[in-house]
């Protein structure tokens, strides 16, 4: 059994800051990637930021040079830093890994639950 769980999300003003963070844990061999996306209101689900084993990154425009992704390979957590944050980062932000629970099995994803963000202009 696999679980991510999340954390840190909540309401911040307008130029404010939160870290979420996201813990996987169970019967976990190996984990490839992980990642954050969220889901505003109304609108599709999208990749925000995603961070490979080797520490390579990825950001989706909108939050370049606000947002930092990094994780802690020896406890199986990412993180987001989320800085100068503006109402269009309001959503729910699920975390994602890409994993295997074993070493022969394919790779899956897993997610987390999702946590709230809300940011008030």
């Known amino acids: 059994q696999v679980q991510l769980v999340e954390s840190g999300g909540g309401l911040v003003q307008t130029g404010g800051s939160l870290r979420l963070s996201c813990a996987a844990s169970?019967?976990?061999?190996?984990?490839?990637?992980m990642a954050w996306y969220r889901q505003a209101p109304g609108k599709q689900r999208e990749l925000v930021a995603s961070?490979?084993?080797?520490?390579?990154?990825n950001y989706v425009d909108s939050v370049k040079g606000r947002f930092t992704i990094s994780r802690d390979n020896a406890k199986n957590t990412v993180y987001l830093q989320m800085n100068s944050l503006k109402p269009e980062d309001t959503g729910v932000y699920y975390c994602?890994?890409?994993?295997?629970?074993?070493?022969?099995?394919?790779?899956?994803?897993?997610w987390g639950q999702g946590t709230q963000v809300t940011v008030s202009s």
């Open positions: 169970g019967s976990i061999f190996s984990i490839n990637f």
């Open positions: 961070i490979t084993s080797d520490g390579g990154t």
């Open positions: 994602n890994g890409n994993l295997r629970r074993w070493k022969y099995e394919s790779p899956r994803d897993y």
